[in-house]
């Protein structure tokens, strides 16, 4: 049977768009979903009853920085890391291997594995994709991640062929590593950096290990927006309508709606979090830096169109006035209506595949928030 | 008719403890009680609905820091305080006296007024009595203080004769300079030290006066908790019984108990939420520090006996693990659990005078709590 179950309810007729539902251990998400990401067991600055208020179905939770603090083994004392952080919908977690290429220093990349020393303490670590899978068995996320190697962006041919191979092996031993298929659904990673060839023999290889889903990293990394569109539309014709694809790293509302076109089903990025804690919030009109002078005597809510518990009860001059004193509750109320816009985007995104209206939802879209395409 | 209105319920038969009720134009608050601070026109890492949730019925707010920022005519500009930020419930402002004495540079302490240099940015500001009640006028808080002076501890008698007789005159002019009597509750402070004839001088000046309530100042300021005692003893026996008694600055769980014996209504501090940022938590068993190495794998919650949002859904690991990782929800279910605490202590409390067993509750409450009277 397998973890999860993908059922595809509808094929978008302008676009590549699907609509669809996981079925997982934790419960049913709705596809295309944005995934609020939870690094260190807890999605900054809220609590899990605030996230099912805004409509969040998964989270996304890092390996890398569980494994370095509290422990993979402390979570699994726990209960494992729904009980340990009190949130019983799905949970998603990467394989770390991302964070050991940009955050960790002085890493060695072997065949074996990586060796790299941590970015709290320094102290010296390693991880091999068996390490990997062994940590992510103990945190026991409904979804994991294999091990993967990220280059760079610019990452010569070369270099990106010799990684690619890399992580089609290092998917292998983690699919033999794998010990709890019933209950977490290994996926495969898709890289090839920027070369149309080796991205599609990474489809071709992943598909050969039959993972029960796949997710397209090495985007979103710097590139230019059309460059990482034009990869999206090599990749995502060539992977198996019946299981769920996911676009790694990816969370800004043009990207998610041209991520969708192109056939994604599943997004994450710290992007909403990160820039809500520093006053910068999503409008239907465009960013709004709610810190800026401008809107000292604003008493509109962030966005008039917004139904989150922050635009329901607070101004735009209040919250200001909480960032410049440097209250939590500002980083608390941007955050919730930061994640709140996204997966209201992704609500409007599901009905506008349902209705086969997804071209004009992204035009109106784009037209309102101030978006010109390239 | 006044603001507020006293109500007398019961008065102790065994100390000077009153269960009372304030009725004030933002609803009724049971007494005694202890009001959380929300300096900024924020309770630091809380929401209105989640101090509702915890049974707070009144908060305080500070004249200083919001005349600071972001200024009293903005707030004035928003509809008040109360809508500012989104608080129904009772407010109650301080002067701003005890900041501009404790965290402003340069003051020059003169008849007319202070002037001081702002903590922020180091401008030159002036508050004068008038100045003062104008400010609070504006914030529109249901309680508002006179602006007074609160000398430091120790100050030898001729300083607090001096300063004791100014913040008499300055009391007058804030009387005078009110100007909305009928929806904000104008309270004289007693002042006078640590010094028997100078606090009774205060009561009996500041009862000439008639306030609608008064409050206790110049108290738990460094000096030996059985000396503020002592300072109660002398001093609320002469007030009047059908106004409000409040202790200012006073939030520790033995200085609440033996505040109410010694027939105090209202409390305010930000010990309890400054320690929980810190990662410090009340528990019936006395002070955790939750933060440390020996709760890494406690999976208690931070009080066995807390009907809080965090004690029942969250481990003592998980909120060590937030507080290692600098997580923004580790301020908040400590925050949460410390405001709980406090509050369902005066409830319990106001229960114990009701049934006339104030100081069995006393008795019990210590010897769990691991306080030993001096």
């Given at each position: 049977m397998g973890a999860i179950r993908y059922e595809l309810i509808k094929q978008?007729?302008?676009?590549?768009?699907r609509r669809g539902r996981l079925h997982t251990p934790?419960g049913i998400i709705e596809t295309p979903i944005?995934?609020?990401?939870?690094?260190?067991?807890?999605?900054?600055?809220?609590?899990?009853?605030?996230?099912?208020?805004?409509?969040?179905q998964i989270?996304?939770?890092?390996?890398?920085?569980?494994?370095?603090?509290?422990?993979?083994?402390?979570?699994?004392?726990?209960?494992?890391?729904?009980?340990?952080?009190?949130?019983?919908?799905p949970?998603l977690?990467?394989?770390?291997?991302?964070?050991?290429?940009?955050?960790?220093?002085?890493?060695?990349?072997?065949?074996?594995?990586?060796?790299?020393?941590?970015?709290?303490?320094?102290?010296?670590?390693?991880?091999?994709?068996?390490?990997?899978?062994?940590?992510?068995?103990?945190?026991?996320?409904d979804i994991?991640?294999?091990?993967?190697?990220?280059?760079?962006?610019?990452?010569?041919?070369?270099?990106?062929?010799?990684?690619?191979?890399?992580?089609?092996?290092?998917?292998?031993?983690?699919?033999?590593?794998?010990?709890?298929?019933?209950?977490?659904a290994l996926f495969?990673?898709?890289?090839?950096?920027?070369?149309?060839?080796?991205?599609?023999?990474?489809?071709?290889?992943?598909v050969?290990?039959d993972f029960p889903g796949y997710s397209?990293?090495?985007?979103?990394?710097?590139?230019?927006?059309?460059?990482?569109?034009?990869?999206?539309?090599?990749?995502t014709?060539?992977m198996p309508e019946n299981k769920p694809r996911y676009?790694?790293?990816?969370?800004?509302?043009?990207?998610?709606?041209?991520?969708?076109?192109?056939g994604i089903d599943m997004?994450?990025?710290?992007?909403?979090?990160?820039?809500?804690?520093?006053?910068?919030?999503?409008?239907?009109?465009?960013?709004?830096?709610?810190?800026?002078?401008?809107?000292?005597?604003?008493?509109?809510?962030?966005?008039?169109?917004?139904?989150?518990?922050?635009?329901?009860?607070?101004?735009?001059?209040?919250?200001?006035?909480?960032?410049?004193?440097?209250?939590?509750?500002?980083?608390?109320?941007?955050?919730?209506?930061?994640?709140?816009?996204?997966?209201?985007?992704?609500?409007?995104?599901?009905?506008?595949?349902?209705?086969?209206?997804?071209?004009?939802?992204?035009?109106?879209?784009?037209?309102?928030?101030?978006?010109?395409?390239?």
């Amino acid at each position: 049977m397998g973890a999860i179950r993908y059922e595809l309810i509808k094929q978008c007729r302008q676009t590549g768009a699907r609509r669809g539902r996981l079925h997982t251990p934790h419960g049913i998400i709705e596809t295309p979903i944005f995934m609020p990401v939870g690094t260190q067991a807890t999605v900054k600055a809220m609590t899990p009853e605030e996230l099912k208020e805004i409509g969040a179905q998964i989270i996304l939770s890092n390996t890398y920085h569980l494994h370095m603090r509290p422990g993979e083994k402390l979570i699994e004392k726990a209960g494992g890391l729904h009980k340990f952080m009190n949130w019983d919908r799905p949970i998603l977690t990467d394989s770390g291997g991302f964070q050991v290429f940009s955050l960790s220093e002085l890493r060695d990349i072997k065949e074996e594995g990586v060796t790299f020393k941590s970015h709290i303490d320094g102290s010296k670590h390693f991880i091999s994709p068996e390490k990997a899978i062994e940590i992510e068995n103990a945190l026991g996320a409904d979804i994991i991640m294999a091990f993967d190697e990220c280059p760079p962006y610019p990452a010569d041919y070369d270099y990106t062929k010799k990684s690619l191979y890399m992580t089609i092996r290092w998917a292998e031993r983690c699919k033999a590593a794998h010990r709890n298929t019933e209950k977490q659904a290994l996926f495969g990673i898709i890289q090839g950096g920027m070369y149309k060839d080796l991205r599609e023999e990474a489809v071709r290889e992943m598909v050969k290990l039959d993972f029960p889903g796949y997710s397209i990293g090495g985007l979103s990394i710097g590139e230019p927006k059309p460059i990482m569109y034009e990869v999206l539309d090599w990749t995502t014709h060539l992977m198996p309508e019946n299981k769920p694809r996911y676009l790694m790293g990816v969370g800004s509302p043009d990207a998610l709606i041209e991520g969708v076109i192109r056939g994604i089903d599943m997004f994450d990025c710290v992007l909403p979090t990160r820039i809500a804690r520093n006053g910068t919030v999503f409008t239907s009109r465009g960013k709004v830096v709610v810190r800026n002078a401008e809107y000292a005597e604003d008493f509109r809510p962030l966005d008039e169109e917004c139904d989150c518990y922050a635009c329901r009860n607070y101004s735009r001059a209040y919250i200001r006035h909480l960032f410049k004193a440097k209250e939590i509750l500002a980083a608390r109320l941007a955050t919730i209506h930061n994640l709140r816009f996204l997966l209201k985007l992704m609500e409007n995104i599901r009905q506008a595949i349902m209705e086969d209206s997804l071209l004009d939802f992204k035009k109106e879209f784009f037209a309102k928030y101030g978006y010109s395409e390239k």
